[in-house]
């Protein structure tokens, strides 16, 4: 009888390869089942003043590791006056065709506002006590290269949707092709993957993969204000014993079409799988909020953008073919965090590919943004955009495609720099060395002589130059380049700060560009900052221990700069990498520090892994300074970001005579180099240990390594033990392997 | 067929068979008597312990990392793998007994669900030592999500004995149920418990 058992166990051993050599195609595909069970839901949950917790919002995520990290939202994550959060709850898709049980808590590893995208670490069950996440063997996917992707391609999109008459609430799977690739300002080209899928907003959150199976982006849409989209009422939250309009409802409308590539997401999951976290600054004061409404005003359409994100030229109308369209604004009292959304119609018909779902606002409070496209071609028509802040209208602007190009005279490629007798511009660029005199040079195009046009220089909003309309002159000719100027006057030198310049062609604004007049110019460049140096220790602001090498040990990394003639409110970027893998990105405002010595953090959540840590830090988009640090060896250990790509083993076992599941069955899995016989039952010689369950379920904690033989013991007290070695899992073994095993009573 | 009809040589032939049967079923019950109770050593130069664990139990050395010197788990036992450990905790000179069943009560209860500790008395061990037993009980819940088990009511035992500036605890889990059948077990265990 045993050696039958052993025949029955080696036989299922062997159909499993049969099965999975002839699904072996399906590996390298989108694998609907592994994602749905690496997607999770995630409830955010705060408590009324009694301690009650009630239910805030509801969104999804996707596990990228086996230990528990989760890719999310950060709306979701993080919480908001919409949707307070106080706790996290998990829940996993434990059977495929029902709704997810709640099972754990997760805190909040890493965050970025601006790309509303977070990584959660599951850390406690729901009984409150910490989970050992080094015995987690969870589900999950790994995030793919959304840079590989193109129009049409197809796209499957996981999460959950709310439980109702047309839906059990069980992770869905909803397919669609790429609509087109959004850009936006502070993410440049592709900053929003659009689809034409249809995805409810509960599935914000959760995973949108490509064919290849791999996880391309995280569905994306905030919820609106209170009062403005639909909500279900789920709870008594306000302590009246009633159900009504009174208590906070969740939301549950809106439908998704904007996807954040995973390629926004990737320095924020190996953050998190190295424990580092950014520490913040020594600028402690936060700004004060604006007290005025937020506004979008001076909307007008751009043919493309520049580099530094600035528009090439203004236009009234484009030719049919049109593939290059943006929506230029400025903005004033926003603050981060605030919802904002972009809704278009053609020809009166609202367009879902030209528009963006309600989005979190990170531009902070005042600047120019944009957002359009330059990969689909726009159809013909009359275009109406508008702009939408925390779901009330805020701004609006029209443009007609279609017809044949035209030669009209243009303005168009302003640039900066410093001018210098005759030749080329120096230091050019959007960021400007403080001085006396501003010069740009712009390219014209069919201009008549004796068109009227002017120039109109601004610092910080306030016009500083007079109105002075000219014609055009018949020596500049119809084509070519031309530089204009502004100068201080004199004892009053041009401050450092926010400067735009304008150009008219009549009364209609014809191109336009801003830039930052900041640092001081060093031969052909712009330096801003300077003397930027890595501690391990700061005190008192000043380092104690200044260097770039560092050993093992230290837990932070202090990176310390001067910087030169920077005005407050400046937009600035600082952008950390190890070993060449961006981690941490944040552009905000310059609030500079007392002293002269600004400074930065990371910090590990034990000791800072060994790497080579690089510092840049821009302005404008374009980098002003740049320095690296070597921690213990200077590397990242070598498989660091490797995931262990392996097999799930899980299966039943039952009792041979009765069919019932045994629990508490012992499933070994030995090391390769034991053979069952020569096993000594020391833990040593294990590799991975799984009990069953009390239907006889059982799951082994780890992924087995493909192309290795493991040699497999299984024991049960009343019952002939089992053993088999030489199992082979190669590449064609599909995961999960399910073994379903029978014993036989002794 | 009478006894009377029985010859002296049948006679001795049944009387025969009868002994051989009960040899036999002694030698059964004596082999498998032994091979329940036979024994691995296990020594630890660092601690100074040295004990024997029953044979064919699961024995994992602690490591830095862990909170053990030593841990066997029978791997046969159903439904909770019935388990003798043994750890060591570092104390100060003015320590006493009742610190380290305090601290051992927080730490469970903060990891162990429905942690109740139920008795704590004086024991004398079988080598005369003096030392403390602290009886509590546990619910034991499987820690991967996808497997449906009923926690189970694990009834145990810290043997805390304290010798030179560290707490030596030798625990003894077992599922309620076969708490009283398995602790033969940890008897013999703390029976070869040497501490050097």
Redesign the interface.
């Known amino acids: 009888m045993r050696r039958l058992t052993i025949l029955l166990l080696c036989s299922a051993l062997a159909l499993s390869t049969l099965v999975t050599g002839r699904t072996a195609h399906a590996q390298t595909g989108f694998d609907a089942v592994n994602a749905q069970r690496a997607t999770v839901s995630i409830t955010q949950m705060t408590r009324t003043a009694n301690g009650q917790p009630i239910i805030s919002c509801v969104g999804s995520g996707t596990l990228v590791s086996a230990s528990g990290l989760i890719l999310t939202n950060a709306h979701i994550a993080l919480g908001s006056t919409r949707c307070k959060t106080d706790m996290l709850v998990i829940g996993l898709t434990l059977q495929l065709d029902e709704p997810p049980v709640a099972t754990y808590y997760a805190d909040v590893l890493e965050s970025n506002i601006g790309w509303d995208l977070a990584v959660l670490q599951i850390t406690r069950s729901l009984d409150g006590r910490p989970i050992d996440r080094s015995v987690l063997a969870l589900p999950f996917v790994e995030p793919g290269d959304s840079e590989t992707l193109n129009l049409d391609d197809t796209l499957s999109i996981v999460g959950y949707t709310n439980s109702d008459e047309k839906s059990s609430g069980a992770a869905a799977v909803r397919r669609g092709t790429i609509s087109n690739f959004t850009e936006e300002a502070r993410v440049g080209n592709r900053a929003w993957i659009k689809t034409n899928a249809v995805i409810p907003g509960r599935m914000s959150g959760g995973g949108a993969y490509n064919n290849a199976g791999q996880l391309i982006g995280v569905p994306t849409i905030e919820p609106l204000p209170s009062g403005t989209e639909a909500c279900r009422i789920v709870q008594d939250t306000n302590g009246d014993n009633r159900i009504d309009a009174k208590d906070t409802c969740i939301p549950s409308g809106g439908y998704i079409n904007a996807l954040r590539p995973s390629r926004l997401a990737r320095g924020l999951v190996r953050a998190a799988q190295l424990g580092i976290t950014t520490g913040g600054s020594n600028v402690t004061d936060a700004l004060p909020k604006p007290k005025d409404p937020p506004a979008f005003s001076r909307l007008f359409f751009a043919s493309g953008v520049s580099a530094a994100g600035m528009p090439t030229s203004v236009v009234t109308s484009l030719p049919s073919g049109t593939k290059s369209l943006y929506l230029f604004f400025d903005y004033a009292n926003l603050i981060d965090g605030m919802v904002y959304e972009l809704r278009t119609t053609i020809d009166g018909v609202p367009n879902a590919t030209f528009s963006l779902a309600p989005t979190t606002w990170s531009g902070g409070e005042r600047g120019l943004w944009y957002i359009g496209s330059r990969e689909q071609v726009w159809p013909n028509g009359q275009y109406v955009f508008t702009l939408l802040v925390e779901g009330v209208r805020a701004g609006s602007a029209q443009i007609t495609l279609g017809g044949a190009a035209q030669t009209a005279p243009t303005f168009s490629d302003i640039l900066f720099g410093v001018a210098a007798d005759g030749r080329p511009l120096l230091a050019t660029g959007n960021v400007l060395p403080a001085g006396d005199t501003i010069t740009a040079e712009f390219v014209f195009n069919n201009m008549p002589a004796g068109a009227r046009w002017r120039q109109a220089w601004y610092y910080e909003g306030v016009q500083i130059t007079p109105p002075t309309p000219a014609s055009w002159s018949d020596k500049d000719g119809a084509n070519g380049k031309k530089r204009v100027s502004a100068a201080s006057s004199p004892g009053n030198a041009l401050q450092p700060g926010r400067y735009r310049l304008e150009l008219y062609m009549g009364d209609q604004l014809a191109a336009t560009s801003d830039f930052v007049m900041a640092g001081k110019q060093v031969i052909d460049r712009v330096n801003v900052f300077d003397n930027v140096s890595f501690a391990s220790i700061v005190t008192g602001d000043k380092p104690s221990d200044p260097g770039t090498t560092f050993n093992t040990s230290i837990t932070r990394l202090y990176t310390t700069f001067n910087w030169n003639e920077l005005a407050a409110g400046t937009p600035w970027t600082w952008r950390w990498s190890v070993d060449g893998n961006p981690l941490f990105e944040s552009t905000q405002p310059w609030q500079p520090t007392v002293g002269s010595l600004f400074w930065l953090r990371i910090e590990g959540t034990g000791h800072l892994p060994d790497g080579s840590y690089t510092l840049e830090l821009l302005v404008q988009g374009v980098s002003m300074g740049k320095a690296t640090a070597k921690v213990g060896l200077g590397q990242l250990p070598v498989n660091t970001f490797a995931t262990a790509a392996g097999i799930q083993l899980q299966g039943r076992v039952t009792d041979a005579e009765t069919g019932q599941g045994i629990p508490g069955v012992m499933f070994i899995v030995l090391r390769g180099d034991v053979a069952s016989k020569e096993f000594t039952w020391r833990m040593t010689e294990v590799d991975a240990i799984s009990i069953s369950d009390s239907q006889g379920q059982f799951q082994l904690n780890r992924l087995l390594p493909r192309g290795v033989s493991y040699n497999l013991i299984i024991v049960a007290r009343g019952y002939l033990p089992i053993s088999t070695d030489g199992l082979k899992l190669d590449d064609k073994v599909k995961s999960p392997l399910v073994l379903n095993i029978e014993l036989n009573r002794d | 067929m009478t006894e009377q009809g029985l010859t002296l040589r049948q006679r001795w032939a049944t009387w025969l068979t009868f002994a051989l049967a009960f040899a036999a079923l002694v030698g059964g019950v004596l082999l498998r008597s032994n091979t329940e109770n036979a024994t691995f050593p296990f020594s630890d130069t660092k601690t100074g312990l040295a004990v024997r664990y029953p044979a064919?139990?699961?024995?994992?050395?602690g490591t830095e990392r862990d909170d053990f010197v030593m841990r066997a788990q029978?791997?046969?036992?159903?439904?909770?793998?019935t388990t003798i450990s043994l750890s060591s905790l570092l104390l100060g000179q003015d320590a006493n007994v009742y610190d380290v069943t305090e601290l051992l009560s927080v730490r469970r209860a903060?990891?162990l669900?429905s942690y109740r500790t139920l008795d704590i008395s004086a024991i004398t061990l079988p080598d005369g030592l003096q030392a403390t037993q602290m009886t509590y009980s546990y619910a034991s819940a499987?820690?991967?999500?996808?497997?449906?088990?009923?926690p189970v009511m694990v009834r145990a035992a810290d043997v805390i004995i304290l010798n030179k500036g560290q707490a030596i605890v030798a625990t003894y889990l077992a599922d309620a149920q076969s708490y009283d059948q398995n602790q033969h077990y940890f008897g013999e265990f703390l029976r070869r418990l040497e501490i050097r």
């Open positions: 064919n139990w699961l024995l994992e050395r029978d791997p046969a036992a159903i439904p909770f793998k903060a990891a669900s499987e820690v991967n999500p996808s497997l449906k088990s009923i």
